[in-house]
């Protein structure tokens, strides 16, 4: 994608989709506004970016504004987080609900310190661990800090210096940090509610970028690249139907036979940490019993096989007939592939219960957002320098 508008339409929809349902809360006319003027607010974030090419004062400024951002975030996170933790917190019209989303990977963690079964546990909300064992190994060096959600901050720095060396523009990372912020509200909303799904988008992504550059011309780079791979993909199971796309596109930028080497052990990474689990409790291993939480009535066997087959179909096309010299248009590419799961999801819900149910508030919009902030945005900020320069 190459039209400047295109890539502007599709971080403006990255960024917003997530943040419907908090505004959805407060009434459909709130979410409306939030629409229109989140729009603007892209479009006014990216505008300031080109001209701070050429103007130092405006550089300034977006690094002021960024400065400012990363301060209230932090701040926001150490003084709302432990209340939002256990009793939720009421803004305005917007009531925020204990979450359970970091409890359930810190009682994951501390069932298999204690050398137990994490998924025989349950949240203090009473709800079972839906993280495969990957999540618990990521989250493992915050948790051994205390404090799990610590995670968040540290993923979403490491992707605005991802983005920022990428787009080869310092003032880029100021106007991403801002744009999360400032235009996404559900960004900070996820932060200070401590949930893994903000950090699980990230290296996912970070994941798939590894496998990307892992060229058999860098030596052993690759096998790093792979094991990290198999960790990320080991820690939702949504993120698997990334795997055929990789798979084809590697083999075409690469070879055959350096794409099922990475594939495989990848692979192998992924059962050695899923398959003990699996084998030993299958009645509860609840990771695979997700889709008993969403009501299909009669659509229900319909689509617990549907659902897959077309995220799988869909992955296995863009992995045939995508670009692959492009890895932005790798993280389009997945963006797409999850939100089409998703909305077939919520599609189907809706139609049986009469009316609309959004699945993608704002958890599983979360695991997804950040392919297309990356996949759009990255080439926009790049087109931006060109004309600014």
């Not at 797409?336 to 508030?361: C, D, K, N, T």
């Amino acid at each position: 994608m190459n039209n400047r508008s295109g890539l502007l339409f599709g971080l403006w929809f990255s960024l917003a989709l997530p943040s419907i349902a908090v505004f959805k809360k407060a009434g459909g006319e709130w979410a409306l506004a939030y629409f229109i003027f989140s729009l603007v607010g892209v479009w006014a974030v990216t505008a300031l970016f080109r001209l701070a090419q050429r103007r130092i004062a405006i550089r300034w400024g977006l690094r002021g504004l960024a400065t400012l951002c990363a301060l209230s975030a932090t701040v926001t996170f150490f003084v709302v987080h432990p209340i939002i933790d256990e009793t939720g917190i009421r803004v305005g019209a917007v009531e925020v609900g204990a979450s359970d989303t970091d409890d359930a990977i810190d009682v994951g963690i501390s069932a298999l310190l204690a050398g137990k079964n994490p998924y025989r546990e349950s949240t203090f909300l009473g709800n079972p661990l839906t993280p495969l064992p990957g999540a618990f190994l990521m989250a493992s060096p915050f948790y051994l800090l205390k404090n799990s959600a610590l995670q968040n901050l540290f993923w979403i720095g490491l992707l605005i210096l991802l983005f920022a060396r990428t787009v080869g523009r310092p003032a880029s990372a100021s106007a991403l940090l801002i744009l999360l912020i400032l235009g996404s509200p559900c960004v900070l909303y996820r932060i200070v509610q401590g949930g893994d799904y903000f950090s699980n988008n990230i290296y996912i992504l970070l994941a798939m970028m590894a496998l990307w550059k892992g060229s058999p011309e860098r030596g052993t780079f690759w096998l790093p690249a792979a094991v990290f791979a198999g960790i990320a993909y080991a820690s939702r199971p949504n993120f698997l139907f990334l795997g055929p796309m990789m798979l084809l596109l590697l083999s075409r930028k690469y070879s055959w036979r350096h794409s099922f080497r990475i594939h495989m052990i990848s692979g192998a990474t992924f059962c050695l940490l899923v398959l003990p689990f699996w084998i030993h409790d299958p009645s509860s291993f609840s990771p695979l019993h997700l889709a008993e939480k969403v009501e299909f009535g009669s659509f229900g066997s319909i689509l617990r096989w549907m659902v897959p087959a077309v995220g799988l179909t869909v992955s296995v096309m863009f992995g045939m007939w995508g670009d692959e010299g492009d890895n932005c248009a790798l993280f389009r590419y997945a963006f797409w592939i999850q939100l089409l799961m998703v909305f077939m999801v919520m599609l189907f819900a809706s139609i049986h219960a009469g009316h609309l149910r959004w699945y993608a508030e704002p958890v599983l919009a979360f695991l997804f957002m950040f392919f297309g902030v990356y996949g759009y945005g990255v080439p926009l900020f790049r087109k931006l320098v060109e004309s600014g320069i």
